[in-house]
């Protein structure tokens, strides 16, 4: 079984790794869109990204 510290680790380096993909796929769909669609899409994936941060902890925990 894994102690308190392996897991958290590892929920630390899901999470970095959610949120590197995230900024990546993000950077190239904004680098061609109008300055609206921008902030629309930011708006929409501040959501997701936090939706998607409550369900790893979730599931690590």
Not at 2 to 30: F, H, I, P, Q, W
Not at 34 to 46: D, F, T
Request: aromatic fraction near 2%; charge should be positive.
């Amino acid at each position: 079984m894994m102690n308190r510290e392996t897991k958290d680790r590892m929920s630390g380096a899901a999470m970095g790794m959610l949120a590197g993909a995230t900024v990546g796929a993000m950077g190239m769909y904004l680098n061609a869109r109008h300055p609206r669609q921008v902030k629309k899409a930011l708006k929409r994936a501040g959501k997701e990204a936090e939706k998607a941060m409550m369900m790893v902890e979730k599931a690590l925990h």
